[in-house]
C-alpha cells in the first residue's frame, strides 16, 4: 500500500483529464438576481471542473502531492503549467469575491473549506517551483476561508455525523495541517471542538453503511480524534468508543462495502468509503503499540478495503472525478 510514481503517474493524469472540463457540473450557487445567471468557469475560473468545486479542488490537492511526492513523473510538466496558468493572482480573487458574497455564506461549508486548506498546505510544503508559486498566490483564498472556519466553529453546538459532504470530523481532519502551521486561533478552536463534541463517546454501534456515504461516520470521528489527540490520551479513547473492535466487533466496520452501480453518482460514493476506511484503519494502525489487540486486525481491514475499491478509480465520470483522490489518502497518509 504506497504511493509509487507509477500509481502517481496515473492518478495525476485522471486529475489532468478533469480539473479542465467545466461540463457536466453541479453548481453550488445561490442566485440573487440574473446578473448571478452564470456559468462555471465564470464562477469560479480556477475551480471550475472535475463535475463540482470541492471535486476541482481535491483534484489539485492530488496534482500537488502527486507532484511532491514524484517530481520526475511523467505528468510533471503538464502539472507546473496548469500551477502557473491557473493559479494566478486575479484568479484567486475572483474566487475570494465569490466566497465573500453575501449568499455564499454556507458555501462549500465544511467539505469544500476543508479541501482548499488542504490543498494549501500541501502546497506549502513544495520547495519552490510551479507548486511553491501556487502556494503563495493561493494563499490569500486559504486565509479567507480560515477566516471562514474561525466564524464558523463557534456557532457549532453540536457535529454532524454524517458520511458525506456535511461530516464535521472529516472536515476539522482534513483542515488540521494548515491550520496548525499558519492559524493557532483555528487550530486551537478545532481541538475544542473536537475534544467537546467527541471526547464522551462511548461503544459506538456503527450503524453503517448508509447507501450514500463516502465516509464511515465511526472511522472517521476516530481518525479526527487520533489527530487531535496525544497518543496515550487517544488509545485511553478508543479504547472507549470501540470497545470490542480488536475481537473485529462492530462487524460492519471491517467488511468492504459493494458497490451495485458504478455509473450512479450517490451509488459511487459507496467507493469512496472503501478508500476512506482504508486511509482511517491505516492511520488509526500506525499508531497503535506493538502487540495492540487492533493492530493486526485494522491493518487488514486497509488492505482488504483499499483492493475492494482501488481497480474502480477510472472508468465512470461520477467516479472518476474525485475517487483518485481518496485513494491517494489511503496510499500516502496525510
Not at 496534482?63 to 503549467?81: E, K, Q, S
Not at 495492540?292 to 465512470?316: E, I, Q
Given at each position: 500500500m504506497?504511493?509509487?510514481?507509477?500509481?502517481?503517474?496515473?492518478?495525476?493524469?485522471?486529475?489532468?483529464?478533469?480539473?479542465?472540463?467545466?461540463?457536466?457540473?453541479?453548481?453550488?450557487?445561490?442566485?440573487?438576481?440574473?446578473?448571478?445567471?452564470?456559468?462555471?468557469?465564470?464562477?469560479?475560473?480556477?475551480?471550475?471542473?472535475?463535475?463540482?468545486w470541492?471535486?476541482?479542488?481535491?483534484?489539485?490537492?492530488?496534482?500537488?502531492?502527486?507532484?511532491?511526492r514524484?517530481?520526475?513523473?511523467?505528468?510533471?510538466?503538464?502539472?507546473?503549467?496548469?500551477?502557473?496558468?491557473?493559479?494566478?493572482?486575479?484568479?484567486?480573487?475572483?474566487?475570494?469575491?465569490?466566497?465573500?458574497r453575501?449568499?455564499?455564506?454556507?458555501?462549500?461549508r465544511?467539505?469544500?473549506?476543508?479541501?482548499?486548506?488542504?490543498?494549501?498546505?500541501?502546497?506549502?510544503?513544495?520547495?519552490?517551483?510551479?507548486?511553491?508559486?501556487?502556494?503563495?498566490?493561493?494563499?490569500?483564498?486559504?486565509?479567507?476561508?480560515?477566516?471562514?472556519?474561525?466564524?464558523?466553529?463557534?456557532?457549532?453546538?453540536?457535529?454532524?455525523?454524517?458520511?458525506?459532504?456535511?461530516?464535521?470530523?472529516?472536515?476539522?481532519r482534513?483542515?488540521?495541517?494548515?491550520?496548525?502551521?499558519?492559524?493557532?486561533?483555528?487550530?486551537?478552536?478545532?481541538?475544542?471542538?473536537?475534544?467537546?463534541?467527541?471526547?464522551?463517546?462511548?461503544?459506538?454501534?456503527?450503524?453503517?453503511p448508509?447507501?450514500?456515504?463516502?465516509?464511515?461516520p465511526?472511522?472517521?470521528?476516530?481518525?479526527?480524534?487520533?489527530?487531535?489527540?496525544?497518543?496515550?490520551?487517544?488509545?485511553?479513547?478508543?479504547?472507549d468508543?470501540?470497545?470490542?473492535?480488536?475481537?473485529?466487533?462492530?462487524?460492519?466496520?471491517?467488511?468492504?462495502?459493494?458497490?451495485?452501480?458504478?455509473?450512479?453518482?450517490?451509488?459511487?460514493?459507496?467507493?469512496?468509503?472503501?478508500?476512506?476506511?482504508?486511509?482511517?484503519?491505516?492511520?488509526?494502525?500506525?499508531?497503535?503499540p506493538?502487540?495492540?489487540?487492533?493492530?493486526?486486525?485494522?491493518?487488514?481491514?486497509?488492505?482488504?478495503?483499499?483492493?475492494?475499491?482501488?481497480?474502480?478509480?477510472?472508468?465512470?465520470?461520477?467516479?472518476?472525478?474525485?475517487?483518485?483522490?481518496?485513494?491517494?489518502?489511503?496510499?500516502?497518509?496525510?
Amino acid at each position: 500500500m504506497t504511493f509509487t510514481i507509477d500509481i502517481a503517474d496515473r492518478f495525476a493524469q485522471l486529475a489532468l483529464s478533469h480539473v479542465g472540463r467545466e461540463y457536466p457540473n453541479k453548481l453550488d450557487h445561490v442566485i440573487t438576481g440574473e446578473a448571478d445567471i452564470q456559468g462555471p468557469r465564470a464562477l469560479h475560473p480556477i475551480f471550475f471542473g472535475s463535475f463540482d468545486w470541492h471535486s476541482c479542488v481535491h483534484g489539485y490537492w492530488l496534482l500537488a502531492r502527486a507532484l511532491r511526492r514524484h517530481p520526475m513523473l511523467t505528468a510533471a510538466a503538464a502539472i507546473g503549467a496548469l500551477f502557473d496558468t491557473r493559479i494566478d493572482s486575479a484568479s484567486v480573487r475572483a474566487e475570494c469575491a465569490y466566497i465573500e458574497r453575501p449568499s455564499a455564506r454556507g458555501f462549500e461549508r465544511p467539505y469544500g473549506w476543508a479541501w482548499l486548506l488542504a490543498l494549501q498546505a500541501e502546497l506549502d510544503l513544495h520547495p519552490g517551483g510551479a507548486g511553491g508559486r501556487a502556494a503563495a498566490r493561493l494563499r490569500p483564498l486559504a486565509e479567507l476561508i480560515a477566516q471562514r472556519f474561525v466564524h464558523f466553529l463557534p456557532l457549532m453546538d453540536y457535529p454532524v455525523r454524517t458520511g458525506v459532504h456535511s461530516s464535521s470530523a472529516f472536515a476539522l481532519r482534513l483542515a488540521a495541517d494548515f491550520a496548525e502551521c499558519n492559524d493557532r486561533v483555528l487550530f486551537e478552536l478545532m481541538c475544542e471542538k473536537a475534544r467537546s463534541w467527541y471526547g464522551a463517546d462511548r461503544d459506538a454501534q456503527a450503524w453503517e453503511p448508509s447507501q450514500d456515504d463516502f465516509l464511515s461516520p465511526v472511522l472517521m470521528e476516530a481518525e479526527c480524534m487520533r489527530r487531535f489527540l496525544a497518543p496515550d490520551a487517544f488509545g485511553k479513547w478508543l479504547a472507549d468508543f470501540l470497545p470490542r473492535a480488536g475481537a473485529g466487533t462492530p462487524a460492519a466496520l471491517f467488511v468492504p462495502v459493494r458497490v451495485s452501480d458504478r455509473t450512479d453518482g450517490k451509488i459511487a460514493h459507496l467507493d469512496g468509503l472503501n478508500l476512506s476506511r482504508a486511509w482511517c484503519w491505516r492511520a488509526i494502525a500506525q499508531n497503535l503499540p506493538e502487540g495492540h489487540p487492533l493492530l493486526v486486525r485494522a491493518n487488514a481491514a486497509a488492505r482488504t478495503h483499499l483492493d475492494a475499491s482501488l481497480a474502480s478509480v477510472a472508468g465512470d465520470y461520477m467516479g472518476e472525478h474525485w475517487l483518485a483522490t481518496f485513494a491517494t489518502l489511503a496510499l500516502d497518509l496525510l
